[in-house]
């Protein structure tokens, strides 16, 4: 079975093929794409934008205060045991 090779699609294959060898739009074109993706985007409401916030605030205190804890826990092992008195 003898593989298909791969067409490429759209400006970006123009450009490659009226031009072999250059550089697919430079660094403007990579500015008018990445901005055309970002139109695509479903950006968050600024609902969904205060709930994750307040998630991450909880899980770094939560983390926080488990790290804490266990440097509590194990402060006098350190001290006694590996740093010997």
């Not at 060898?21 to 055309?36: H, K, L, N």
């Not at 479903?42 to 983390?63: E, F, L, S």
């Amino acid at each position: 079975m003898q593989a298909t090779p791969a067409v490429a699609v759209g400006p970006a294959a123009e450009t490659a093929v009226a031009h072999p060898g250059r550089r697919r739009g430079g660094i403007f074109g990579f500015i008018r794409e990445s901005w055309a993706e970002l139109k695509k985007v479903d950006w968050p409401n600024r609902n969904q934008v205060v709930q994750g916030t307040i998630v991450v605030i909880i899980a770094c205190a939560v983390v926080g205060a488990y790290l804490w804890g266990l440097d509590q826990v194990l402060q006098p092992f350190v001290r006694e045991v590996l740093l010997g008195g």
